[in-house]
């Protein structure tokens, strides 16, 4: 038309009532373009089942991959260990310079090691800890500050 709008088969993929069409298109001056008639309409109707909604505790889980989470958990794991390991020893050495005699809860601490280092990684604050030492505070210094770092690099 004049005001170079369209009907027919550019104007159906324009107005998106059709999804594709083919035919032969003219150009012609004044930017007016014409397309052959329409010989036939053909449309095919696919049902299939809709999908099935995820139940809201995946929600959380479904981001990372498994070999990820396996990761991650194995992190938690090794930095528990590492300050289960530094409370063990300063309980050792607290033994030896002062003479205590008090005995080591293993099962304990590590349950303790791995529940604060479960906290630090979600940046949580855990209950009262026997961070007396400085290795223990250095460390757990160090997993705040990389953690800090990571999760300001990948939230923007």
């Given at each position: 038309y004049?005001?170079?709008?369209?009907?027919?088969?550019?104007?159906?993929?324009?107005?998106?009532?059709?999804?594709?069409?083919?035919?032969?298109?003219?150009?012609?001056?004044?930017?007016?373009?014409?397309?052959?008639?329409?010989?036939?309409?053909?449309?095919?109707?696919?049902?299939?089942?809709?999908?099935?909604?995820?139940?809201?505790?995946?929600?959380?889980?479904?981001?990372?991959?498994?070999?990820?989470?396996?990761?991650?958990?194995?992190?938690?794991?090794?930095?528990?260990?590492?300050?289960?390991?530094?409370?063990?020893?300063?309980?050792?050495?607290?033994?030896?310079?002062?003479?205590?005699?008090?005995?080591?809860?293993?099962?304990?601490?590590?349950?303790?090691?791995?529940?604060?280092?479960?906290?630090?990684?979600?940046?949580?604050p855990?209950?009262?800890?026997?961070?007396?030492?400085?290795?223990?505070?250095?460390?757990?210094?160090?997993?705040?500050?990389?953690?800090?770092?990571?999760?300001n690099?990948?939230?923007?």
């Amino acid at each position: 038309y004049e005001n170079e709008s369209a009907t027919g088969m550019l104007g159906d993929v324009y107005t998106q009532n059709v999804e594709v069409a083919i035919g032969c298109i003219y150009n012609w001056y004044n930017n007016i373009t014409e397309t052959s008639n329409i010989i036939a309409r053909s449309s095919v109707a696919i049902l299939g089942p809709a999908p099935a909604q995820f139940p809201a505790w995946r929600a959380n889980i479904m981001p990372f991959s498994n070999a990820l989470w396996i990761f991650l958990i194995l992190t938690i794991l090794l930095c528990a260990a590492v300050m289960y390991f530094i409370r063990f020893v300063a309980s050792l050495l607290d033994k030896w310079l002062r003479g205590v005699q008090c005995d080591f809860q293993h099962v304990t601490a590590f349950g303790q090691a791995t529940l604060d280092m479960f906290a630090v990684f979600i940046q949580q604050p855990s209950g009262p800890t026997s961070l007396n030492t400085f290795a223990a505070r250095f460390f757990l210094a160090m997993i705040l500050c990389a953690t800090i770092t990571l999760e300001n690099t990948y939230s923007g």
